[in-house]
């Protein structure tokens, strides 16, 4: 079969890549002369198109590009741009943008609040567009129902706000940052301080509007059981755009406690025992209190020009102070909580305090997008899934003071999280974790030396901490977006590429995730850097390598075809 082509394939291969890459290879401005037409076709209102297509020489490009950049790092001139951003308005442009991109051939990224941690819904090292859905911000609460239907590009504190505006006694469990997205973050699990009582965001999520990759809006009947579960976690920007989430609210009391304690290691040694001891508790106390734990390494007061350990124990009772305090009195006595520690507040006061403004701001603050700065970041994740001993505690803090600057939050688990089985939702990181890591480094200067420098120190830690975490696979949160762990490159996206990020994130729902994604976008139109490949051969009951070979066999014939095609037009014209 190698030998029946007339030329070694390699070089037939070799021409016939060049050939298409010189004729395929879009410019910006091609991209727009064809695009806008496009799109004009599709829109409902057609006169809105010429208002929401931003071409690279459009004066408010850069400031468009930039409202939704969340990490610094992305924010370079030497960062890859999109040749268009597109702004819809309504759902026909939606349709259009994804019809029109798929007509062009362009990748298309979807951003919502632009908090990925890698910037992948505004990055990309091929060409590409971004559509950008920061228009999509309508709220409607339904307190009588309990529900309340959320467009993809609201904020999560204008989510926590609108519901607040309606009842003092509902709320939403989602993440801590008021200006992440709802695009990104409930399609990729979300998690927030109520985790422990309620779950995770995506496990109150009871319908969702998505346009496919065919311009259909498809809601959770439309879409059918399989889809609908696979955006509720698996990641929204493999399947198609997401418009709302339809979501039930939680029950609040409407007094809930906070307390913030600290700890350094060089006061006798007591976070460690903070430490030890906040293991053994915060994933099974009563699950209305959640626990947030950071570890940083600081600078010594006792010795001056020393670093030491800090640990800080940030929490959110729901309920109040006096129930609390007994309560960690008896079982987190290395805490030595006390009443004066606690603050009794609102459950939206107490979004306002999480978010770290100072103890007078209002609520009106959590419906604040514009904070057009960011710092320079990297996360990584990990999970544990048994206590880690004294002495490997000492011998982390050792590491951490050595590497300077990477700390570490630590969130329990527990809880609800406990309850939901591993496959009721893409997310799959449920009974038996402890805890989640949230490895963290943030720096303010931009250049390249500094960002080698830190992202290699938050990898040194990451790969010290390979013993007390899990393993087969080392599991990490979709949410904390971390390209080390693995990528697909571009044009192959195959199975066994996508299975190196894919189990980490996904486990055993990692294999449903790539039938549902062959099901619904069978070319892959919808893909990113750790996007969920498509995979005929899952079925054939051949082992996941075999299987692999044979479609990478059969793909590169298909490719020698398509290109071969290309190369004779060519001659042609
Ligand atoms: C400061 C900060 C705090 C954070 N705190 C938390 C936290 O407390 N809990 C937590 O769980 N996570 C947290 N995160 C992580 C956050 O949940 C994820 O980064 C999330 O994906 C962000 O959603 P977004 O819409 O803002 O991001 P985007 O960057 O816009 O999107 C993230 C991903 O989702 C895709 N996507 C976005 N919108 C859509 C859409 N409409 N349809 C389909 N795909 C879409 C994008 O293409 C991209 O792949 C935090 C991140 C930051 C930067
Ligand atoms: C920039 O793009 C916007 C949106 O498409 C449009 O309204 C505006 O006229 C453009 N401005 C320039 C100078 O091209
Ligand atoms: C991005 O850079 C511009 C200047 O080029 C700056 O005004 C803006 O604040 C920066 N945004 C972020 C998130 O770093
Ligand atoms: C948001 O709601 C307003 C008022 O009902 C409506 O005019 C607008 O079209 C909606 N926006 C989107 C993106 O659905
Ligand atoms: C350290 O602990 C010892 C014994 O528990 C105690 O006597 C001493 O006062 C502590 N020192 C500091 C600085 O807290
Ligand atoms: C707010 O913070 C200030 C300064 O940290 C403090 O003095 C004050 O007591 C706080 N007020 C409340 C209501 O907690
Ligand atoms: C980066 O790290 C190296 C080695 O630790 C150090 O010598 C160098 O000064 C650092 N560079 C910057 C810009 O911090």
Redesign the pocket.
């Known amino acids: 079969m190698e030998n029946s082509s007339p030329l070694p394939s390699g070089v037939l291969l070799f021409l016939l890549l060049n050939v298409t890459v010189s004729v395929a290879a879009p410019t910006a401005e091609s991209v727009y002369t064809s695009f806008l037409p496009c799109l004009t076709n599709y829109a409902k209102s057609p006169d809105q198109v010429s208002k929401i297509v931003f071409a690279q020489t459009n004066s408010s490009f850069s400031s468009v590009l930039q409202a939704y950049i969340r990490n610094a790092r992305f924010n370079a001139t030497s960062t890859p741009k999109p040749l268009l951003v597109v702004t819809p308005l309504e759902e026909s442009h939606v349709q259009g943008a994804v019809i029109c991109a798929r007509n062009i051939g362009i990748q298309l990224k979807i951003r919502s609040g632009g908090h990925d941690y890698e910037g992948i819904s505004y990055v990309s090292d091929q060409p590409f567009i971004i559509l950008d859905m920061f228009q999509f911000r309508n709220i409607t609460v339904d307190v009588q129902n309990e529900v309340a239907v959320v467009q993809a590009g609201a904020t999560l504190g204008e989510v926590y706000y609108r519901i607040w505006e309606k009842s003092k006694v509902h709320g939403f469990p989602a993440g801590v940052c008021p200006t992440v997205g709802v695009g990104g973050h409930l399609s990729g699990g979300g998690y927030g301080n109520m985790l422990r009582k309620y779950g995770l965001s995506v496990d109150h999520v009871v319908d969702a509007k998505i346009i496919d990759v065919k311009g259909r809006i498809l809601d959770k009947e439309g879409m059918g059981e399989d889809l609908f579960w696979a955006i509720r976690g698996g990641g929204g920007a493999s399947f198609g755009v997401i418009l709302s989430f339809t979501v039930k609210l939680v029950p609040v009391p409407e007094v809930v406690t906070v307390y913030r304690v600290a700890k350094s290691l060089d ?2 040694e ?1 976070a460690t025992a903070l430490v030890l001891q906040w293991q053994q508790v915060a994933p099974h106390t009563d699950d209305r209190l959640f626990m947030r734990l950071l570890l940083q390494p600081v600078s010594s007061k ?1 010795v001056k020009g020393q670093k030491t350990i800090r640990a800080t124990v940030i929490a959110l009772f729901l309920g109040g102070a006096d129930e609390v305090v007994t309560l960690m009195g008896k079982e987190f006595p290395a805490l030595g909580l006390s009443k004066e520690d606690c603050t009794e507040m609102s459950w939206i006061d107490s979004v306002v305090w999480w978010a770290n403004f100072d103890n007078t701001t209002k609520p009106e603050a959590l419906l604040d997008r514009d904070v057009n700065t960011a710092s320079f970041l990297k996360r990584k994740s990990d999970y544990v899934q048994k206590p880690i001993s004294k002495e490997g505690l000492e011998g982390i803090w050792e590491k951490m003071v050595e590497l300077g600057k990477t700390g570490f939050v630590f969130n329990p688990y527990g809880g609800k999280m406990s309850e939901v089985s591993s496959d009721a939702t893409p997310f799959p990181h449920r009974a038996g974790n402890l805890f989640k890591i949230q490895y963290s480094v943030n720096w303010d200067e931009p250049g390249v030396e500094l960002e080698n420098n830190f992202t290699k120190q938050a990898r040194m830690l990451y790969s010290y901490m390979t013993p007390f975490v899990s393993s087969n696979p080392r599991s990490a949160f979709l949410n904390y977006r971390d390209l080390d762990i693995g990528t697909n490159s571009f044009g192959k996206n195959s199975y066994d590429e996508g299975a190196v990020y894919g189990v980490k994130y996904f486990n055993d729902n990692f294999d449903r995730l790539v039938k549902i994604k062959t099901a619904v976008d069978p070319e892959n139109f919808f893909r990113n850097e750790q996007s969920i490949p498509t995979h005929t051969g899952l079925d054939t009951g051949a082992s996941k390598s075999g299987a692999g070979k044979l479609s990478h066999f059969s793909r590169y014939w298909k490719l020698m075809l398509d290109v071969g095609g290309f190369f004779i037009l060519e001659l042609i014209i």
């Open positions: 006061q006798n007591s006792v």
